[in-house]
């Protein structure tokens, strides 16, 4: 059964600062991995996606995430942290063959402070 | 691209009664449609997958009975809440699927529905 793991529930970060929000995650066979982010009482927004390919995925709103395969890992990166994107962030992990399900994780509130 | 819209965007209704919630997929045709309830301060728990044409397949511990799914067309799918209790009330968020059946691929999500069930 696949999985995802964000160990932190909160990520407090100052304005202009990086920020990193952790993902890991367990599925057979190669993975399919994503970042969206929601915003209050809204549906889930994309952010990026890792099929293949280069291990750095670049995204919108200037994010960024690598992929490693060693560490099962695929942590999201921001070089300089807007208060605009305080929000709730979610990985999720699918199988690159078959069914199209799709995991996700528990979800890592990001606070940004000014 | 990618959007897709749900309706309503809020709903209050009484016990007993049945509160139907559409997803459509504005600018694609999705073969694949996605519901999930999401609880506060957690994650979306899938409820089922919906293909265009054929019957929704359910997550375990998803009524089917109560949690009636439709996809009558690519563009179209509908949740259906029957004889809805306190229970049930809860925020469900849609999804629309790019890869087409038996692919993973990215997923575009309607803005939600919040249910508040009396």
């Known amino acids: 059964a696949q999985s995802v793991a964000q160990p932190e529930d909160q990520v407090n970060v100052a304005e202009g600062n990086p920020l990193t929000v952790k993902c890991t995650y367990s599925?057979?066979?190669?993975?399919?991995l994503f970042w969206y982010v929601q915003y209050p009482n809204r549906g889930l927004q994309f952010l990026l996606k890792?099929?293949?390919?280069?291990?750095l995925v670049k995204g919108s709103y200037g994010f960024e995430a690598e992929f490693n395969k060693s560490q099962t890992s695929f942590h999201l990166k921001k070089p300089s942290a807007l208060v605009s994107d305080s929000a709730l962030y979610f990985c999720?992990?699918?199988?690159?063959?078959?069914?199209?399900?799709?995991?996700f994780g528990t979800g890592t509130k990001l606070q940004v402070i000014p | 691209g990618a959007v897709v819209s749900q309706h309503p965007s809020w709903v209050i209704c009484k016990s007993g009664t049945s509160v139907k919630i559409e997803c459509r997929s504005l600018?694609?045709?999705?073969?694949?449609m996605f519901w999930y309830r999401q609880f506060p301060k957690q994650s979306l728990m899938l409820m089922a997958t919906?293909?265009?044409?054929?019957?929704?397949?359910?997550e375990q511990g998803v009524e089917k009975d109560k949690f009636l799914i439709n996809h009558a067309s690519l563009t179209l799918s509908t949740l259906t809440v029957t004889s809805a209790h306190p229970e049930d009330s809860s925020f469900y968020i849609c999804s629309a699927g790019l890869g087409g059946r038996g692919r993973t691929d990215t997923q575009y999500f309607g803005p939600g529905t919040r249910l508040t069930v009396l």
């Open positions: 890792y099929i293949t390919g280069d291990n």
């Open positions: 600018d694609f045709q999705a073969t694949t």
């Open positions: 999720a992990v699918g199988p690159s063959r078959g069914y199209q399900k799709v995991t």
């Open positions: 599925v057979s066979g190669n993975p399919y």
């Open positions: 919906s293909n265009e044409g054929s019957k929704a397949t359910y």
